[in-house]
């Protein structure tokens, strides 16, 4: 059981090459770089382009606290 809580989250995107997938190396995003997308599109409720200008001025936004 102690393996399967520890082991690399994986949504098995594409088919398993190597013996490890991880969903974070697929997507190009980590769940952190994610939430924050969710916080600045969710509770800040900016759409898809105010995000992208967001972020083109200042990409250090979802290394820190948004």
């Known amino acids: 059981m102690t393996d399967f ?4 989250l994986t949504a098995e995107l594409l088919p398993l090459s190597g013996g490890v997938q991880s969903d974070e190396e697929e997507m190009g995003l ?5 939430s924050d997308f969710g916080i600045l599109r969710n509770v800040h409720k900016l759409g898809p382009w ?3 200008l967001l972020l083109l ?5 979802l290394t820190s606290s948004v």
């Not at 809580?5 to 690399?8: I, N």
């Not at 980590?30 to 994610?34: C, S």
């Not at 001025?57 to 936004?61: D, G, L, S, V």
């Open 5 to 8: 809580l520890e082991s690399t």
């Open 30 to 34: 980590t769940y952190t770089e994610l």
């Open 50 to 52: 105010s995000t992208y």
């Open 57 to 61: 001025r200042n990409p250090t936004t």
